[in-house]
């Protein structure tokens, strides 16, 4: 039972982690470039939904109201993600690579710093509305406690990979990043505009991260400027797990991240099992993997050219 | 290494003894094998010409040599013991390259392109460079000395303190010999040391490769230039789709038909790949 | 510039020929030169006027021939401006030869002009309404103005390459000196400024000023010099921090801050082995620090200390170094197999790791060594002998109080990292690490040692850190897991970048600005870490080598320019031929 428990609560976890980390691996595998700001990206979500519910819906709690706020979360960090990429890293797409992580790390300091500034009353954790159906008390099921918002993850998860599967193999787009990915001057030769593809693929990542910061206003019923940092450094770890590149392998790897946290927790004897060390274990697993498979368990070895 | 800029006669193509002697070299890139169980043997004092038509695996081979690729499959034994396929080793036991699209670094001045190649023949470690006892001050000096002394064997005397990035192309080629030299190797492995230079360029770097096989040291060079390499070398391997074709003298491989086949053969093998990729 | 002042030594550009100018641009040239003229003589009398109605406005502005502060900021600009304009045309014309006087002018009197007009909005805003600007104010405005203008007219003529300048040595080192001298009491000055607009105000005159030398080419004369006599001026450097505190009057106030940026600057160059000199990304670089402060804290005689043993505090640092280190090497295996950004995250959760083990060590979870978020608080100051650095001491008449004793600890301490940090780039290794740095593939095939190297730099950088966090728990008093975030090795690392990679005075730049700036520029201090991440954005596409940036590095952030790398060649054979 406590087994079963842990893997509902893992995979709840797991499913917002997996969303996060679709942006890293599509980013990724495109421009080689990990988006450190993407967990930024992922907070923006959060907020733009807030926005919509408290400049429109103020006090409402029908579940329709879920829709304009997927909307402004999706709008908001798409929005972010889009100008992101054009104003901080495509002016840097051949400088060494420290350039771009450090922007990066500019990029996301100053996403968090303008929502603490400039969102108002964001100086303190900001409430998340209650919604009919997706908020409030937990389903009992014999032992196991279901709560409705890890209802409502899972179900996005659900939804946003059978939309990414579509997205990747059956739209012209979705073709274009994979030829990108694998040969890009190739694929600029056959006259794939670059550019457009790899603004597709921020837009892409930020439209899940987005998805995913109103699963995650839904879960913790509050939201700061801070939380994408934390989430973002998870969803990195399971893009990782995944193997970095590859998007089946960021939905598998958020799912065996999340998994293998709450089970760490629950099942980790003595003093290092608890809640306080389940992040330390969620990055000890990210340096294991790096170091002993850096291809993650579904990407493929490859020899780098010399 | 001495130099010695007295050459003395050419020793003859299997005199001296056998130092790199590589046996069933395979290595595979997934499916495709671009190296399929290749063998060199190099004596002491020879120049072995590597040949064949692009994408045949001479680069791959010297690689795997070099052990930058682990081979798949195949080991090589130098001076009588198994090289492990790690390239720090290799070079410390004695066997240097240079690379076919010129790697220096480019940041650094010509000088201390080849103050690294001495990196592995010296020692100096942190609390030496730190405290710069007599021992740093000597290796340094030493270290100065001897790169200075290579620019000068390769004609670069004058350009030491020029940033290799703004060194002519042909220059940089002979930097990077020197910089292999500079880790006092036994063998030397060049991979298309004359690709784009002009032919006075070109005399004058096969000039070089047989000054330093005078000094001592074996060569296998990777070549295109069919007159160059017959000039040059006492022994040929024409490698072909990663397989051996033939090996013997130049004059043997000059004339036989299969190695003109497949020169000639090219042509159409690049127009297949173009058209089924 | 004024040390510069000896123009017999510098021959006239040899193909230079008045007469081949014609007539209508000499007569614009004279114009031109006249308005500057005019310009600065009209900017230093209005100085000697009141600029506000209200004394109590940016220190006393209000007292007639008798210059405040700010005034005096802007006569010194104008003296300076003669200078330029008498190398332009008249007495000084050998310096002429050399520098770049009409460009030198023009941004100097952009400057000034700048400055006035801060200066007066200040005073408008602050006493509400332009009428308390007293005329003095208009008048030195309007000289700017004219100033930059006759500056912008004036033509710009071909000038010689200061790079290959030949001053006899006293003149040079005899500048070096003055600078150092200047370095110090402007230090002293801007410190003890408690009015941010003051403070604002003198940053905007010195930036125009360094401004208008750069134009100048003073900057390249000087960097040949410093390196001619690089003794004297690191020698110099160390008198002036040496000196710092005997300028403060015994007062703690500055002497704190004093220390924040030292404590900070000594780790960035550590951190500068690991980024500059190794060119690997460490974004969980505040852990070592973290490390050092944690041995210290629970090997000291705090009551809330964790561990029962109390040795000598020269062992803690020894130990505090040798427990970073290790950590160091542990953070550093992981580069075996994999490089760039997936090490940089790698770094990252281990800082992480740290901080959260820190912070759940507390009995609770696991052993109780660290009080978990309530860190170890009280820890004693420092005991060597019988000097108690808690307290204050006398030495010549000067009153030197706590923070100026951790001050001349940290100074050693820096010392010491600097010479660490210098020798091993001047060395085997450190020709290693650029190699690697510059094509790692191509380094291995060398035979250089690329993962015992990139452990090596690892592992010294977080043994320096160590060190340093030995000191600041004493100093700070306490430790607490959140003195260790993320964010804080994004501190360090934007002080290495932003400062310049591979430099010593790099980082120190980049560590005064990140540490000082906000303590003196209150107002900003909400939008701290926005200009700051903004800053960060910007740097990378402006100037992604820093300010004060290694030549090698400046090449590398700019393969494609050509022209930058004739010109470091140039710089590196004069540099050559000096030595
Ligand atoms: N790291 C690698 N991964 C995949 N294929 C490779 C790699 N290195 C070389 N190859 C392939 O091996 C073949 C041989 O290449 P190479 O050795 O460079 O040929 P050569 O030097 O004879 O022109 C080519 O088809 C090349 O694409
Ligand atoms: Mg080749």
């Known amino acids: 039972m406590l087994f079963l428990q842990q893997l509902i609560n893992g995979l709840t976890s797991g499913s917002l982690y997996a969303l996060i980390a679709v942006g890293y691996t599509v980013v990724y595998g495109i421009v080689q470039l990990i988006n450190f700001a993407h967990g930024e990206v992922f907070m923006i979500g959060a907020f733009g939904s807030l926005a919509v519910w408290t400049i429109f819906f103020q006090g409402q709690t029908s579940i329709l109201i879920l829709i304009p706020m997927l909307l402004g979360a999706v709008a908001a960090s798409v929005g972010v993600a889009v100008l992101m990429e054009r104003f901080a890293y495509r002016p840097l797409r051949h400088a060494p690579r420290l350039a771009p992580l450090i922007t990066a790390i500019g990029v996301s300091v100053s996403l968090q710093e303008i929502v603490r500034l400039f969102y108002p009353g964001a100086k303190s954790p900001l409430p998340y509305p209650q919604i009919d159906y997706v908020s409030g008390t937990a389903l009992q099921l014999g032992d196991i406690t279901l709560r409705r918002s890890a209802i409502f993850t899972v179900g996005a998860l659900v939804v946003s990979a059978v939309f990414l599967w579509w997205f990747i193999n059956r739209t012209k787009l979705g073709r274009g990043m994979q030829a ?27 439209l899940l991260a987005g998805i995913a910061g109103v699963a995650q206003g839904l879960q913790t019923n509050s939201i700061s400027q801070i939380m994408g940092f934390t989430a973002g450094l998870k969803a990195f770890t399971a893009a990782v797990l995944g193997g970095i590149g590859n998007v089946a392998g960021a939905v598998v790897g958020g799912l065996v991240l999340g998994v293998a946290e709450s089970l760490a927790t629950q099942f980790i004897p003595g003093a290092f099992g608890g809640t306080p060390w389940k992040d330390v274990w969620a990055f000890v697993l990210l340096i294991v993997v790096l170091v002993f498979r850096p291809q993650g368990l579904l990407g493929a070895r490859v020899v780098d050219r010399a | 290494m001495t130099v010695t800029h007295s050459a003395p006669a050419a020793p003859p193509a299997d005199g001296g003894a056998v130092i790199l002697q590589a046996s069933g070299v395979i290595m595979r890139f997934g499916g495709l094998t671009a190296v399929n169980s290749v063998d060199l043997t190099v004596r002491e004092g020879e120049i072995v010409g590597l040949i064949g038509p692009n994408g045949a695996g001479k680069t791959t081979f010297f690689n795997c040599l070099t052990g930058l690729y682990k081979p798949t499959e195949g080991q090589v034994i130098f001076n009588g013991a198994v090289l492990p396929p790690k390239p720090r080793a290799v070079v410390l036991a004695g066997m240097a390259r240079t690379f076919q699209n010129i790697r220096l670094f480019n940041n650094m001045t010509a000088l201390e392109n080849v103050m690294v190649g001495r990196y592995c023949r010296t020692s100096s470690m942190a609390l030496t460079s730190i405290f710069r006892g007599p021992k740093f001050r000597r290796e340094e000096a030493a270290t100065r000395a001897r790169a200075q002394e290579l620019l000068d064997y390769v004609g670069l005397g004058r350009s030491s303190e020029l940033l290799a990035r703004n060194l002519p192309y042909g220059d940089q080629r002979r930097l990077e010999i020197a910089r292999a030299l500079a ?38 060079v990777i070549e295109h230039d069919m007159r160059f390499i017959f000039n040059l070398c006492d022994r040929v391997l024409c490698l072909v789709r990663g397989e051996t074709l033939v090996e013997g003298s130049p004059t043997q491989v000059q004339s036989d038909p299969r190695v003109i086949e497949a020169y000639i053969g090219t042509g159409d093998d690049d127009e297949d790949e173009g058209a089924s990729t | 510039m004024s040390t510069v002042s000896t123009p017999t030594q510098i021959a006239p550009t040899p193909g230079y020929h008045p007469s081949r100018i014609d007539g209508l641009r000499e007569q614009h040239g004279r114009l031109a030169w006249l308005l500057v003229l005019t310009g600065l003589v009209v900017l230093a009398a209005g100085c000697f006027l009141s ?175 410093a390196q001619r006599h690089r003794r004297v001026l690191m020698l110099g450097a160390f008198a002036v921090a040496f000196l710092f505190p005997f300028t403060q009057n015994g007062s703690d106030a500055n002497m704190s801050i004093a220390t924040q940026v030292l404590i900070f600057a000594a780790t960035a160059l550590g951190l500068n082995i690991v980024v500059g000199l190794a060119g690997l990304l460490d974004l969980g670089y505040i852990a070592f620090l973290g490390a050092g402060a944690y041995t210290a804290a629970t090997l000291s005689t705090s009551a809330f200390a964790t561990i029962g043993w109390k040795p000598p505090f ?57 009080h978990g978020p309530n860190g170890i608080p009280a820890i004693p100051d420092l005991q060597i002998g019988s000097f108690n650095f808690g307290d204050e001491h006398t030495i010549l008449g000067f009153s030197l109080g706590r923070f100026a004793n951790y001050y001349f600890v940290l100074l050693v301490l820096a010392l010491v990292i600097i010479t660490v940090f210098s020798r091993l780039n001047n060395s085997r290794i450190g020709r290693g690490w650029v190699a690697i740095r510059e094509d790692e593939k191509a380094a291995e095939a060398m035979g250089v040692n690329v993962f ?128």
Do not use: C
């Open chain 3, 51 to 225: 600029w506000s109605y209200d004394p109590e406005i940016l220190g006393n502005l209000s007292i007639s021939f008798n210059p405040g502060s700010l005034q005096l900021f802007m006569l010194t600009a104008a003296v300076l401006a003669l200078v330029y304009a008498l190398a332009y045309r008249g007495p000084l014309r050998g310096l002429g030869v050399w520098i770049d006087s009409a460009k030198a002018l023009m941004v100097l009197g952009i400057g000034a002009l700048g400055f006035m007009a801060i200066t007066l909005a200040v005073v408008a805003v602050t006493s509400s309404g332009l009428i308390n600007i007293d005329p003095g104010g208009w008048v030195s405005l309007v000289g700017s103005l004219v100033l930059a203008v006759g500056g912008s007219l004036l033509e710009r003529r071909p000038t010689k390459d200061t790079l290959h300048a030949q001053l006899p040595a006293w003149v040079e080192i005899g500048t070096i000196v003055v600078l150092m001298a200047m370095l110090l009491f402007g230090a002293a000055y801007a410190l003890g400024q408690t009015d941010g607009n003051i403070f604002g105000l003198f940053l905007v005159f010195v930036v125009a000023v360094a401004w208008s030398l750069f134009a100048a080419g003073f900057f390249t004369w000087l960097g040949i010099v």
């Open chain 2, 183 to 220: 880790t006092d190797p036994k063998v030397l492995l060049l991979d298309e040391p004359t690709a784009g230079m002009n032919p006075q360029e070109t005399r004058q770097a096969s000039d070089l490769i047989f000054k330093i096989r005078d000094s001592g040291i074996a060569v296998v």
């Open chain 1, 180 to 206: 990108v990915s694998q040969d890009p001057d190739t694929a600029r030769l056959m006259g794939i505009n670059v550019d457009r593809v790899i603004v597709v693929a921020f837009a892409l990542g930020a």
């Open chain 3, 314 to 370: 020269l062992v803690v640092v020894l130990l505090g170094a040798i427990v970073a280190a290790t950590l160091g090497l542990i953070i550093g295996t992981p580069t075996l197999r994999v490089s760039g950004d997936y090490l940089a995250i790698v770094t990252l959760a281990f800082g992480e790791i740290f901080r959260l083990s820190m912070s759940n060590l507390d009995g609770n979870n696991g052993p109780d060594l660290t």
């Open chain 3, 452 to 579: 015992g190297l990139k452990l090596f730099a690892f592992a010294s950088g977080a043994f320096l850190a160590g060190m340093a966090g030995t000191v600041k728990a004493h100093q700070d008093v306490s430790v607490t897991p959140d003195q260790y975030v993320f964010l804080e090795s994004a501190f360090l690392l934007a002080a290495v970048v932003l400062g310049g990679m591979g430099t010593v005075a790099g980082v120190f730049i980049g560590a005064t600005i990140l540490k000082l700036l906000p303590e003196k520029l209150r107002f900003i201090s909400d939008y701290r870490l926005l200009i700051f991440g903004v800053l960060l954005v910007l740097m990378m596409r402006v100037r992604p080598e820093g300010i004060i940036a290694s030549q090698r590095r400046q090449l590398e952030f700019h393969e494609e320019d050509e022209a930058l790398a004739e010109r470091i060649e140039e710089v590196h054979l004069e540099e050559e031929a000096q030595t």
